[in-house]
């Protein structure tokens, strides 16, 4: 975690997962006492790599053991926090194709398949989940189709 000395605001590292199954649906949580949903993952410990930290956080919150070839790294994106003020986050988000069950643990209060194509409106997303990695999850999804016939 780090703080701005011009605007004060803090921003958290994060490794996060997009997480598509078959049915091109993206897995969502939500964590206790809160309500936005978002791609699973989490804050990265000091001597971590993201990496590392997502396997770490997959299996905590959703009994999820991967080897780390199954992991697609993507970028690191800046958003608005869900739910902390005047916070920032940095997260690197990687892919992560997956059918088999999940098993919600640790603070997950919740996790949803949500339709990539066409998210539920009265759900309530994180920024970064919102304006940034669904859209991107639909463009990934389109190129891997190739063009339409």
Known sequence: ???SA?????????????????????????KRNTLAFMQPGGKIDRGETPTEA???????????????????YIGRYRAEA??????????????LPLSRPIAPAAEIAEAAWVNIRRP????????????QLIPLARQRLDKARGPAE
């Open 1 to 3: 975690m780090t703080r």
């Open 6 to 30: 011009q605007t004060g605001a803090t921003t958290l590292h994060l490794a996060a997962a997009i997480i598509v199954n078959d049915n091109e649906e993206m897995l969502l949580v939500r």
């Open 54 to 72: 997502l396997l770490r956080e997959l299996y905590e919150e959703l009994s999820i053991t991967i080897a780390a070839s199954q992991l697609q």
């Open 82 to 95: 869900a739910n902390e003020a005047n916070t920032q986050i940095e997260a690197d988000i990687f892919w």
């Open 120 to 131: 539920p409106d009265r759900m309530v997303l994180a920024p970064l989940t919102g304006q």
